[in-house]
T-cell receptor, first 110, second 112 residues
Framework: RKEVEQDPGPFNVPEGATVAFNCTYS??????FFWYRQDCRKEPKLLMS???SGNEDGRFTAQLNRASQYISLLIRDSKLSDSATYLC???????????FGKGTRLSVIA | NAGVTQTPKFRILKIGQSMTLQCTQD?????MYWYRQDPGMGLKLIYY???????DKGEVPNGYNVSRSTTEDFPLRLELAAPSQTSVYFC???????????FGDGTRLSIL
C-alpha cells in the first residue's frame, strides 16, 4: 500500500460548486497532516494544516479521520482561481520527512 | 523575507556535463530538502538534511550529491548529467521534520 494515496482526477466542476477530495495514508503513527496547492509549473504552497478536530479557512474545510486513516478537503463556492492540483501531505512518522501525495487536479469551469 | 531562493531558474545542459543547483534560505530552518518533479508526476525526494553537516538519502538519490556546510545553503550537484535527469527541481526548508515545508520556485533543467 502506498504511503499517501489520492485520486488524481481531474475533477471538473462549475463555478460555485462544492467539491471534496479524500486522501488515505498508511502510517498509523503519522501526526502531522497538511494540504498544499500547486499551480501549473509553480512550486507547492501550503494551503492549510489539518487538525484532529477539523478546521476551516474561509471556503476551505479540512478534516482528519484517524480511525480510517484519511484526510479530506472540502471547497465550497468554487472559484476559477481554485483550479490547481491539491497535494495531500502526511508526516512519515518518527524522524522521517513529510510524504507528499501525487495530487488531485481540480478544474473549475465558468 | 526572501524565504527559499533557488538559482538558476532555467538551465540547459549537455549529456555528461556537471552543474550545481543552488538553494539558500533565510528562515534559520534546520531542515532542508531537494525534490524533483517530472511532468505530470508527483514530487520525489532526492536528499534531505537535518542540519549543517548532516545529509541523508531520499527516494531517488542516484546521480546526485549534496552538502550542507551552513544552515542557510544546501546545494545539489549533478556530476554526469543524463537525459533522465531532465526535470524541475525544488528545494524546500522547514523548522522541524513534521512542520510544513516552504518551497523555492524551482529550477527547470533540461539535459540534451
Amino acid at each position: 500500500r502506498k504511503e499517501v494515496e489520492q485520486d488524481p482526477g481531474p475533477f471538473n466542476v462549475p463555478e460555485g460548486a462544492t467539491v471534496a477530495f479524500n486522501c488515505t495514508y498508511s502510517n498509523s503513527a503519522s501526526q502531522s497532516f497538511f494540504w498544499y496547492r500547486q499551480d501549473c509549473r509553480k512550486e507547492p504552497k501550503l494551503l492549510m494544516s489539518v487538525y484532529s478536530s477539523g478546521n476551516e479557512d474561509g471556503r476551505f474545510t479540512a478534516q482528519l479521520n484517524r480511525a480510517s486513516q484519511y484526510i479530506s478537503l472540502l471547497i465550497r463556492d468554487s472559484k476559477l482561481s481554485d483550479s490547481a492540483t491539491y497535494l495531500c501531505v502526511v508526516n512519515g512518522g518518527g524522524n522521517t520527512p513529510l510524504v507528499f501525495g501525487k495530487g488531485t487536479r481540480l478544474s473549475v469551469i465558468a | 523575507n526572501a524565504g527559499v531562493t533557488q538559482t538558476p531558474k532555467f538551465r540547459i545542459l549537455k549529456i555528461g556535463q556537471s552543474m550545481t543547483l543552488q538553494c539558500t534560505q533565510d528562515m534559520n530552518h534546520n531542515y532542508m530538502y531537494w525534490y524533483r518533479q517530472d511532468p505530470g508526476m508527483g514530487l520525489k525526494l532526492i536528499y534531505y538534511s537535518v542540519g549543517a553537516g548532516i545529509t541523508d538519502k531520499g527516494e531517488v538519490p542516484n546521480g546526485y550529491n549534496v552538502s550542507r556546510s551552513t544552515t542557510e545553503d544546501f546545494p545539489l550537484r549533478l556530476e554526469l548529467a543524463a537525459p533522465s535527469q531532465t526535470s524541475v527541481y525544488f528545494c524546500a526548508s522547514s523548522y522541524s521534520i513534521g512542520q510544513p515545508q516552504h518551497f523555492g520556485d524551482g529550477t527547470r533543467l533540461s539535459i540534451l
